[in-house]
């Protein structure tokens, strides 16, 4: 089971959904699959400068796949307050005009193209392999604060494990920034993810992960997180994920929450 990609982070365990990668799918299938998603996300936080910044993050996701293909688009609403210095999964930086009024953003994020494979098993119970490459358009108006400018690329590795009825997963990428004149102190920077899930019932899955990432900027930290979800999935079609994040850094966000529902066809 797969859930679609799309989130927003801000400093930590988000953007492309860090969700997609939640967790890899068990098995390839031959027949056209096609998923759309809608979801909202809320997070607040110093994020290590001094005042509050608040993020309300909207992603679409429309996902298609047959055999060991599939292809994902990303396209979110984005509204920032706060003073401006603290970027969608970056953290705090530098902006070549400084400012201290907070002020409140909103407009088109970042767009997200997503392509990944599923590798063959090498045996009935795994493990399970999965290749994806992230493709962030910018799409967002840097100056307004609600992006870098600039295209990013984000290639991962995923690898899941059953156990039984359980499920261990991880995953390690690399996000490659492209540089920004009114964002200096952009670097590229790893990250990775390891973590369990387990049935609750028959329809409930509950399950955590840790996400380490490190800085992002010269002006940010790195983050540690760990992150509790739980997905329930009411009918063959339609699946919820509700999620939160726990950060023991100083660019994580104080308090998070988000919610996305999937229709699968």
Do not use: C
Not at 201 to 210: C, V
């Amino acid at each position: 089971m797969r859930i679609a990609n799309g989130l927003a982070s801000t400093g930590g365990a988000f953007i492309y959904i860090t969700l997609g990668f939640l967790p890899i799918q068990a098995q390839s299938t031959s027949v056209l699959s096609q998923t759309v998603s809608a979801g909202a996300y809320y997070a607040r936080g110093d994020y290590g400068e001094g005042d509050i910044t608040e993020f309300r993050y909207f992603p679409f996701t429309y996902e298609v796949s047959k055999d060991q293909w599939g292809l994902q688009l990303l396209i979110p609403r984005l509204e920032v307050r706060g003073l401006g210095h603290v970027l969608v999964n970056v953290g705090g930086v530098t902006q070549a005009v400084a400012g201290s009024e907070r002020t409140s953003r909103r407009g088109l994020g970042d767009s997200i193209v997503s392509a990944f494979y599923r590798f063959d098993a090498p045996s009935d119970s795994g493990p399970y392999f999965d290749f994806r490459l992230d493709i962030k358009l910018p799409t967002a108006d840097e100056r307004a604060g609600l992006g870098t400018g600039e295209v990013d690329y984000t290639p991962q590795l995923n690898v899941s494990h059953y156990l039984g009825n359980k499920l261990l997963f991880a995953t390690v990428g690399r996000n490659f920034r492209g540089k920004s004149a009114l964002y200096p102190g952009l670097r590229d920077s790893s990250f990775a993810q390891f973590g369990g899930a387990f049935p609750l019932a028959s329809d409930w899955t509950a399950g955590i992960y840790y996400d380490f990432r490190e800085a992002a900027s010269t002006y940010a930290q790195e983050t540690h997180e760990l992150v509790p979800y739980v997905t329930w999935q009411w009918s063959e079609r339609w699946s919820f994920t509700g999620l939160t994040v726990w950060g023991a850094t100083e660019g994580s966000a104080d308090f998070s929450l988000l919610g996305q529902i999937s229709y699968r066809w």
